[in-house]
């Protein structure tokens, strides 16, 4: 046992109590690295006998260490050194100028002069605008009416029927999933997602502390049969999954596995969060989970992997029983999504300025893909490729272990060409796309 924790607890003074003084020298231990992350911690009992303490005075302590982030304890396995940002990476993350680096760890979509247009365009147009109720509303929570019926008229054209009264504007999907957990999860709850799934989740499990299981899963996403079987062995509280364009695997899920995926739900009272923020990417639109089970479901979507990265905009739909509840978590969360955002993307919903940028969107897509397609092709025949808009993500189908590889070759092309040999492959790809040279997605029966 450590030196240290035996000095804490043997030198309290005044009023200071053991559990506080344990708590200090642990935490020192693992800011120090003393205890590294993932480190299993000794169980309560032998540091409460070691230190001639009470074992209620260690529990204490461990409470008190998860509650501040440091370890996460698991019934039945132990308590663990928690995972945490190191001051390398934090300042990697909020200090690195995006110019200075070419970042494959975030998923964005592609940027155009026509994006630039659009956005001094509407901004124009606002500033001439006398009634501007969006710069000076602090109601409703849930957003301004129009936003909401636009938001509904979006989600719509997602296949996915919302009705206004039941649907909140958020800042971007992240918000909107984290909205949509903290409204009905607590700690100790299992949730359910993806074996490869989006960091914001699992921050989100670290922030609100349930418990985060993954699921096995296929080039088509979850596989149903190890979803009922965790519903029938667990108590599960949700499930979190994005269907359509997992990030990281891009896997689509075909519509007979989302009807399975939402019976199993169903039977089991399971709630459903869907991530659907790649949803407007494939030309054919997919049916949302949350569509085929919507009292049992939340949905969120936003305008950033699609229309605009920099307009934060998110729509969540939740069941009516919930929707209290969840405008309470946006109220102390961030009061309400900022409205001034909310009406540029209002307007580009009505105009058709979103629908058209989804369409740019797609073509450059399918011309990049065109691309990585023609030079993978040489290095593994067999691999399937698709562009999203032919249905699907990057790398869609074949071996996994091939799409792993193809995945890190992906990072070499952009620099292999010169400029202007790149300008011309680009057309070129483009040109046979249009003649139709197409591949297609493996069956997911």
């Excluded at 020298?25 to 690295?33: L, Y």
């Excluded at 074992?55 to 995972?83: D, H, M, P, W």
């Excluded at 040489?378 to 995945?407: F, K, M, N, W, Y």
């Amino acid at each position: 046992m450590n030196e240290r924790w035996r000095d804490a607890v043997r030198t309290v003074h005044g009023v200071e109590s053991k559990y506080k003084r344990l708590v200090k020298a642990i935490a020192a231990d693992i800011e120090s690295s003393a205890l590294a992350s993932g480190a299993r911690l000794p169980p309560q009992r032998e540091v409460a006998t070691d230190l001639a303490i009470s074992v209620q005075t260690v529990t204490n302590a461990y409470k008190e260490l998860e509650r501040q982030g440091l370890i996460r304890c698991e019934v039945g396995r132990g308590s663990f050194v928690a995972a945490r940002v190191t001051e390398t990476m934090s300042k990697y993350m909020l200090d690195t100028a995006e110019r200075e680096v070419i970042d494959f760890s975030i998923a964005r979509i592609v940027h155009t002069p026509e994006h630039d247009a659009m956005w001094r365009k509407v901004c124009a147009t606002l500033a001439t605008i006398d009634d501007q109720p969006w710069i000076r509303a602090c109601r409703p929570i849930a957003g301004l009416e129009h936003h909401r019926q636009a938001g509904a008229a979006w989600l719509a054209s997602l296949n996915m029927p919302a009705n206004p009264e039941t649907l909140l504007i958020t800042n971007g999907a992240a918000h909107g999933i984290f909205l949509a957990l903290a409204s009905f999860v607590g700690p100790g709850d299992t949730v359910l997602c993806e074996s490869l799934t989006d960091h914001g989740v699992i921050g989100s499990a670290n922030v609100l502390g349930f418990t985060l299981k993954g699921l096995d899963i296929d080039e088509c996403g979850i596989r149903p049969e190890h979803f009922e079987e965790m519903c029938d062995s667990e108590r599960v509280s949700a499930l979190v999954c994005t269907p359509t364009l997992n990030n990281p695997t891009v896997a689509l899920m075909p519509d007979s596995r989302r009807r399975a995926i939402a019976r199993i739900a169903e039977r089991y009272g399971v709630y459903v969060i869907e991530d659907d923020v790649y949803g407007a990417l494939p030309a054919k639109t997919q049916t949302p989970i949350a569509s085929l089970i919507p009292e049992l479901s939340f949905y969120c979507t936003s305008m950033t992997k699609s229309v605009l990265t920099g307009l934060r905009i998110g729509y969540l739909t939740m069941p009516r029983r919930l929707a209290l509840r969840a405008e309470s978590v946006l109220r102390v969360s961030s009061w309400a999504a900022t409205s001034p955002m909310a009406e540029v993307a209002t307007r580009w919903i009505m105009d058709g300025t979103a629908q058209h940028l989804v369409a740019v969107q797609r073509e450059r897509l399918t011309t990049r893909q065109a691309m990585v397609r023609e030079v993978l092709s040489a290095r593994e025949p067999s691999a399937g490729l698709i562009g999203v808009a032919e249905g699907a993500g990057l790398l869609a189908s074949g071996p996994r272990d091939a799409r792993v590889a193809q995945a890190r070759n992906c990072r070499d092309i952009a620099g292999s060409l010169p400029r202007g040999r790149r300008r011309t492959a680009e057309r070129g790809a483009l040109m046979r796309c249009r003649r139709g040279q197409r591949s297609h997605l493996q069956s997911c029966a």
